[in-house]
């Protein structure tokens, strides 16, 4: 394969552990392909207006405590240290694409670029190529979030997208809004964070007997029956990134490494976010979801992906069930699934940047 110049555009200064790993894993596996890669620096003061303020209240309206603040702090700072550490372009602004550098391959995604409803990243045209220099422009894992194919998307936009090289998804909605807006029948990659696992060193995270509970917001039934099965195995609940006062402990200002080595020591997984799934498959541990409406769409889609339909629970899952899930570890039926999509995923990347 020749090394050429490459940049990845995507979410990475979220101040979300997905949003961090999935970037790290995508600009990582370019270096190590042999590519002269980086992220595109992009900065836009409003946007990161709502990023701080989405990462300090992030259960709004409902108001985070006085005594949380300073957590969340914390795990804002960490996370924009370990940006730090990425290799990044040039800053321009997200208005002024022309100003950032020139590429012989510029690669959109992952996470949810395309996605129209994003609070402040839907619809800005940079993610669909406008403005950027580049020889050749490639998808990789993109996806329109909770965008759903039956809103379609309109002509100007879907003309935007005909600019690709190549196009790849890493979600079944998403690709049905390719195919059905440019006639293309994009590949579906799987998440850099399955395809590029992240690697640290080992580390004794002391949650070996926890169970880690990611995400915010979740049902009460989810609660009680949660609550139930840690307490009959004396497991402990440990939520980490945010508050959740139904918990034995809560490490609200991890960082990312710190989220990374929790969710490969913990016993179990109970999340609604989508990260959470990916991590919980990435180390093979028992995990349910519930997911919230955000990611009523992303979740299910990875969970038809990959053939773990099984583990999204409701409110009319028996509450043995849901027990169930939590001791079962992910079916060798998944990991093979896996497996072979990283093969296909792998081979779709060769295809686009040769």
């Known amino acids: ?33 042999g590519h002269d890669a980086e992220l595109l620096d992009h900065d836009c003061p409003a ?23 300073n957590s969340y702090a914390e795990k804002t700072r960490k996370l924009a240290k370990a940006v730090g550490g990425l290799p990044l372009s040039q800053r321009f602004p997200l208005q002024q694409p022309e100003l950032a550098a020139d590429y012989d391959v510029i690669v959109v995604g992952s996470d949810e670029v395309w996605n129209f409803r994003h609070p402040w990243f839907g619809s800005k045209p940079v993610f669909f190529g406008d403005g950027l220099k580049a020889d050749r422009l490639v998808s990789y894992a993109a996806s329109f979030g909770n965008h759903s194919r039956w809103d379609g998307i309109s002509d100007d936009w879907a003309r935007k997208l005909e600019r690709f090289a190549s196009l790849s998804v890493r979600d079944g909605n998403s690709e049905a809004l390719v195919r059905d807006g440019t006639a293309r029948g994009p590949a579906i990659v799987l998440d850099p964070c399955l395809q590029f696992p992240p690697t640290s060193p080992a580390a004794d995270t002391g949650t070996s007997n926890c169970a880690i509970v990611y995400g915010h917001g979740f049902p009460d039934w989810l609660k009680r029956r949660v609550r139930s099965w840690a307490d009959s195995r004396s497991v402990k609940l440990v939520s980490i990134g945010y508050s959740n006062d139904w918990v034995d402990e809560q490490r609200i200002d991890a960082g990312p490494l710190d989220f990374s080595e929790a969710m490969a020591g913990a016993r179990a997984v109970v999340t609604n976010f989508f990260h959470g799934c990916v991590f919980a498959l990435l180390n093979g541990k028992p995990w349910v979801t519930a997911p919230s409406a955000y990611r009523s769409i992303k979740i299910p889609d990875l969970a038809a992906l990959l053939g773990t339909e099984h583990r999204i629970v409701g409110e009319n899952s028996p509450a043995l069930y849901v027990g169930e899930l939590l001791d079962t570890p992910v079916e060798e039926r998944v ?7 990283r093969v296909s995923s792998g081979r779709y990347l060769d295809d686009a940047l040769s």
């Open 47 to 69: 946007i990161c207006h709502a990023e701080l303020r989405c990462a300090l209240q992030p259960e709004l309206p409902k108001r985070t405590a006085r005594d949380l603040l």
């Open 335 to 341: 990991t093979d699934r896996i497996e072979e999509l």
């Open 1 to 33: 394969m020749v090394s050429c110049r490459l940049g990845v555009l995507t979410f990475h200064r979220s101040v979300n552990y997905g949003s961090f790993w999935q970037a790290a894993c995508l600009v990582g596996a370019m270096q190590s392909r």
